[in-house]
């Protein structure tokens, strides 16, 4: 069965920078799109970027393609998510996802930035 | 950016009811859209794709329909399990979620 498994809590500073993994299992890595996704506390889903798991194209939200880079190992068939220039409002569970609808969903990481 | 608005921001219904919340587009999105139940603590999952087609597995009492720019999701009879919040998500240009649908259960 299809499975997304992040990587665990982090506590970081303000001004860090970031990098969770989502390692994938049971579907083709490189037919799909994996995306990111941030929640912070109470509050709406927001999509960050996608990266194409065959050629590694990746297309990014306007409101973090500064501070986003996502990466993928191939052989790994794992996805990575790199955040750079943390602040206070990037405390939030990460979420990483599987194809154009979104089907399957990792379990959720939480990341708390306070000094 | 493709904008989504929802409506209404939440509600309140009885078990039994019928229950319709409506997801608009700034511009037209064909039927790139799904649809989203998430419960507190738990990740987003999917009950309808492509505006009205129905996850493997999600109960019929679920529907969705509409295109190009207006969008309704329903849910026929309200079961106590389906206390969450819903978002629709468009992915006709990139990808953007709506502000979400906080439904409780009076």
């Known amino acids: 069965q299809v499975q997304l498994v992040q990587s665990g809590p982090e506590v970081k500073k303000p001004g860090a920078s970031l990098k969770l993994s989502c390692k994938t299992s049971g579907f083709t890595f490189t037919r799909y799109l994996i995306h990111w996704v941030r929640q912070a506390p109470g509050q709406r889903l927001e999509w960050m970027g996608w990266?194409?798991?065959?050629?590694?194209?990746?297309k990014y939200s306007q409101k973090f393609q500064d501070r986003v880079t996502i990466t993928r190992d191939t052989s790994a068939t794992t996805v990575f998510m790199d955040l750079s220039g943390l602040k206070s409002e990037d405390t939030a569970v990460f979420y990483c996802a599987v194809g154009s609808t979104l089907d399957h969903w990792g379990q959720g990481t939480l990341i708390t930035v306070s000094s | 950016d493709i904008q989504l608005t929802q409506s209404p921001s939440s509600l309140s219904a009885s078990v039994g009811d019928r229950v319709t919340i409506t997801c608009q587009a700034s511009?037209?999105?064909?039927?790139?859209l799904n649809w989203f139940q998430q419960k507190p603590g738990k990740a987003p999952k999917l009950l309808i794709y492509d505006a009205s087609n129905l996850e493997i597995g999600v109960p019929f009492r679920f529907s969705g329909r509409g295109s190009g720019t207006d969008f309704t999701f329903t849910i026929s009879s309200l079961q106590p399990e389906d206390l969450a919040t819903y978002y629709c998500?468009?992915?006709?240009?990139?990808?953007?979620f709506g502000p979400g649908t906080k439904l409780e259960i009076k």
């Open positions: 990266i194409n798991g065959g050629n590694g194209n990746t």
């Open positions: 998500q468009q992915y006709d240009d990139l990808v953007t």
């Open positions: 511009q037209d999105i064909n039927t790139h």
